[in-house]
């Protein structure tokens, strides 16, 4: 506002100098050749006749601007103080003490900053929205979601897996918010009992983003939840996602091999997605640029320039199995594929482990043992399975307890029986407490637990027979595989979790 006030201001005090010097020109031009002492006089009165206007012009011009700031100053008197800026998070950031300390600094901050933007008179929805999707890239969101309620709309983001609240506004900002959405998203703004899919690109310090748009009508409103894909992502180091040394070091050898495929397991939310994109960087670092990477992935949600990338597209008809096809003919040296999902795609990676290519790809199985029956359920052979894979990595993630004030804590009977059928001998064990650095949660960050299962002649002989996943889970223990229940086991008893958490995330099962 005080910025147009001010060119409006510039041009009109340039019109009235201009009038100004006309007016005296003209009186000059018109009576100096007759009598200059005549002129003079003329010109004098030409001068007051254009004074007078041009006095009475900046004297109400005075006034408007003076209203004017003064409605500005009382209007920043209400908003809330600028938004601090800093560093911005990866959303494939490893969670690791100071990362949760920033996320959660961050996350009061901004909540604070839109709470005093919706609590104005009139809110500036423009404003409210951009500040919230800056905050959630800055944050390395994967995801926004508002959620209306009977007492107001709800705003959360996903960071690095688990949903955090921002903030709740209140209900007669919601259907300004969800058009501000859909102007965005080139949406229709009177379909309010339909579903509608769209998206819009938003640029930050960080790079532009591309903002994938969900709304689904519910009985308080509209709800969407938007999801962030990022490009210029910073990728984990591999030394940082919390494996084991020992297994660490078998890990990186088995990147190294030729050909094969790796299978990464776990539930959603599990931290699949940032050990694949680690393991790239590896493979990309280690090997350098005579090694060729390509990705297929529905969605592409990082942009990484070290490797190509695909997007499926189900809707035309360019699927997970199509994709590997075409990404083939490009002869590349290691091939992510982002999930598992149907036989075809399940056949195509077998086949191309085989033929001289690494592939590490993601499946839903309980457990390391359980990725073999769960893809001979899809329709692989298990000969081929057994010939093409070099190893599977189950893993989970749990909360870190805070090392601040975290303390000795006994275990219940309950637990101390868990422990007992899995062969499992009890021990010293932590628990949380609360502090000023934690919040008083008594965690602080996550850590990821692994099994891994490398494939050995006993097990890939198992594997063709058709063994039952118990059986060869039973194997790889004889051979030295550590199952998640007792790696967790083994954090718990080092302090870095409880084992409540471990029991929550893995069961009882060894």
Same mark, same amino acid.
């Given at each position: 506002?005080?910025?147009?006030?001010?060119?409006?201001?510039?041009?009109?005090?340039?019109?009235?100098?201009?009038?100004?010097?006309?007016?005296?020109?003209?009186?000059?031009?018109?009576?100096?050749?007759?009598?200059?002492?005549?002129?003079?006089?003329?010109?004098?009165?030409?001068?007051?006749?254009?004074?007078?206007?041009?006095?009475?012009?900046?004297?109400?011009?005075?006034?408007?601007?003076?209203?004017?700031?003064?409605?500005?100053?009382?209007?920043?008197?209400?908003?809330?103080?600028?938004?601090?800026?800093?560093?911005?998070?990866?959303?494939?950031?490893?969670?690791?003490?100071?990362?949760?300390?920033?996320?959660?600094?961050?996350?009061?901050?901004?909540?604070?900053?839109?709470?005093?933007?919706?609590?104005?008179?009139?809110?500036?929805?423009?404003?409210?929205?951009?500040?919230?999707?800056?905050?959630?890239?800055?944050?390395?969101?994967?995801?926004?979601?508002?959620?209306?309620?009977?007492?107001?709309?709800?705003?959360?983001?996903?960071?690095?897996?688990?949903?955090?609240?921002?903030?709740?506004?209140?209900?007669?900002?919601?259907?300004?918010?969800?058009?501000?959405?859909?102007?965005?998203?080139?949406?229709?703004?009177?379909?309010?009992?339909?579903?509608?899919?769209?998206?819009?690109?938003?640029?930050?310090?960080?790079?532009?983003?591309?903002?994938?748009?969900?709304?689904?009508?519910?009985?308080?409103?509209?709800?969407?939840?938007?999801?962030?894909?990022?490009?210029?992502?910073?990728?984990?180091?591999?030394?940082?996602?919390?494996?084991?040394?020992?297994?660490?070091?078998?890990?990186?050898?088995?990147?190294?091999?030729?050909?094969?495929?790796?299978?990464?397991?776990?539930?959603?939310?599990?931290?699949?997605?940032?050990?694949?994109?680690?393991?790239?960087?590896?493979?990309?670092?280690?090997?350098?640029?005579?090694?060729?990477?390509?990705?297929?992935?529905?969605?592409?949600?990082?942009?990484?320039?070290?490797?190509?990338?695909?997007?499926?597209?189900?809707?035309?008809?360019?699927?997970?199995?199509?994709? $590997?096809?075409?990404?083939?003919?490009?002869?590349?040296?290691?091939?992510?594929?982002?999930?598992?999902?149907?036989?075809?795609?399940?056949?195509?990676?077998?086949?191309?482990?085989?033929?001289?290519?690494?592939?590490?790809?993601?499946?839903?199985?309980?457990?390391?043992?359980?990725?073999?029956?769960?893809?001979?359920?899809?329709?692989?052979?298990?000969?081929?399975?057994?010939?093409?894979?070099?190893?599977?990595?189950?893993?989970?993630?749990?909360?870190? $307890?805070?090392?601040?004030?975290?303390?000795?804590?006994?275990?219940?009977?309950?637990?101390?029986?868990?422990?007992?059928?899995?062969?499992?001998?009890?021990?010293?064990?932590?628990?949380?407490?609360?502090?000023?650095?934690?919040?008083?949660?008594?965690?602080?960050?996550?850590?990821?637990?692994?099994?891994?299962?490398?494939?050995?002649?006993?097990?890939?002989?198992?594997?063709?027979?058709?063994?039952?996943?118990?059986?060869?889970?039973?194997?790889?223990?004889?051979?030295?595989?550590?199952?998640?229940?007792?790696?967790?086991?083994?954090?718990?008893?080092?302090?870095?979790?409880?084992?409540?958490?471990?029991?929550?995330?893995?069961?009882?099962?060894?």
């Amino acid at each position: 506002m005080i910025a147009l006030m001010s060119k409006t201001a510039r041009f009109l005090w340039g019109l009235a100098g201009l009038v100004l010097v006309a007016s005296v020109a003209w009186g000059l031009y018109r009576h100096l050749p007759q009598d200059v002492g005549a002129a003079v006089q003329q010109g004098r009165l030409y001068l007051g006749a254009a004074v007078t206007p041009l006095f009475l012009m900046s004297a109400g011009l005075a006034l408007v601007l003076g209203l004017g700031a003064s409605a500005a100053s009382k209007l920043s008197s209400r908003a809330p103080p600028p938004l601090a800026k800093r560093p911005a998070l990866s959303p494939l950031e490893v969670v690791n003490e100071d990362v949760a300390i920033a996320v959660r600094e961050m996350l009061v901050e901004l909540g604070q900053y839109l709470r005093g933007v919706a609590s104005q008179p009139e809110p500036d929805i423009i404003l409210f929205m951009d500040t919230l999707m800056d905050g959630a890239i800055r944050l390395g969101a994967s995801d926004v979601h508002i959620h209306p309620l009977e007492a107001g709309t709800r705003i959360a983001f996903r960071v690095h897996g688990v949903l955090e609240e921002v903030l709740t506004i209140p209900r007669e900002v919601h259907p300004r918010l969800i058009n501000r959405i859909k102007v965005l998203g080139k949406l229709t703004l009177y379909k309010l009992d339909k579903p509608q899919d769209g998206h819009f690109p938003f640029a930050t310090q960080e790079g532009p983003a591309d903002i994938r748009i969900s709304i689904l009508p519910t009985n308080h409103g509209e709800a969407v939840a938007l999801r962030i894909a990022r490009s210029g992502v910073r990728l984990p180091q591999l030394t940082a996602l919390g494996f084991p040394p020992a297994l660490h070091e078998k890990y990186r050898q088995l990147l190294g091999l030729p050909q094969g495929v790796i299978f990464v397991a776990g539930a959603t939310g599990s931290g699949k997605t940032t050990s694949l994109y680690a393991s790239l960087g590896y493979i990309k670092e280690s090997r350098g640029a005579l090694t060729r990477i390509a990705s297929i992935e529905d969605p592409v949600e990082f942009d990484v320039p070290l490797f190509a990338q695909t997007q499926v597209n189900s809707e035309q008809g360019f699927t997970f199995a199509q994709g $590997l096809r075409s990404v083939l003919r490009q002869d590349p040296n290691v091939i992510m594929v982002g999930e598992i999902r149907d036989p075809e795609t399940a056949r195509t990676a077998i086949q191309a482990g085989l033929s001289g290519h690494l592939i590490l790809t993601t499946i839903h199985a309980n457990s390391a043992a359980g990725v073999f029956n769960r893809l001979i359920e899809m329709g692989v052979e298990p000969f081929l399975l057994a010939s093409a894979t070099v190893a599977t990595l189950s893993q989970r993630l749990v909360r870190a $307890l805070c090392p601040h004030c975290r303390t000795p804590s006994p275990i219940s009977p309950e637990e101390v029986a868990r422990l007992d059928a899995a062969g499992i001998a009890s021990g010293t064990f932590y628990g949380p407490v609360g502090c000023e650095r934690c919040g008083g949660s008594g965690y602080l960050g996550r850590t990821a637990i692994y099994e891994m299962l490398t494939v050995s002649p006993a097990l890939r002989d198992g594997i063709s027979e058709k063994l039952p996943s118990p059986r060869l889970h039973e194997i790889a223990k004889s051979e030295g595989m550590v199952p998640l229940l007792a790696a967790g086991v083994e954090r718990a008893r080092a302090g870095a979790t409880t084992l409540r958490e471990v029991f929550r995330v893995v069961g009882g099962g060894a």
